[in-house]
């Protein structure tokens, strides 16, 4: 059975559409099964709260190479239904805690609560170029689709990011 897909008239809105480029990116995120699954279970255990986490691997010329997703806290207490902010202690301790591995945190993830897994102006505010960021939309607790985006090359806008399993 599919979820649906909740999709608030804000999304519609001009505010919300200017800030997709049309134009898919050539770039690929690439990424385990386990890890898409946990982004999903993370996302419903903290429905309907966003949750958000970061992405563990490497970037390379066809895109990005997940390995391991982790958690870290939404410190965001007034609006967390709609809004997340990463913990930067725990963004520096995982950072520290990759050095010498030839791994990175290459991006970040989140959840959209009742909202289909597209972008909002608040999300490329704080987006930083060369990152990716999956968003799954978790409608009435369950998780609804998975979707990545990354910032263009103009840094004005996101593009979608095809995302498949690794060979």
Known sequence: MTTAVYEPERFRSPEYLDIIDAAESS???????????AIKEQG?????HEICGLLIGR???EGWQISEVRQVDNLNSERAADRFELDPAAYQRIDRELRGSGLEIVGVYHSHPDCPAKPSPTDLGSAWEGFAYPIVSICDGKAASLRCWSVNDSGNRFQ???IQEPA
């Open 160 to 162: 979608e990011i095809r």
């Open 59 to 61: 970037l390379d010329a």
């Open 27 to 37: 770039n690929r995120l690439r990424i385990a099964d386990d890890c898409l699954k």
């Open 44 to 48: 419903e255990s903290g429905y309907p």
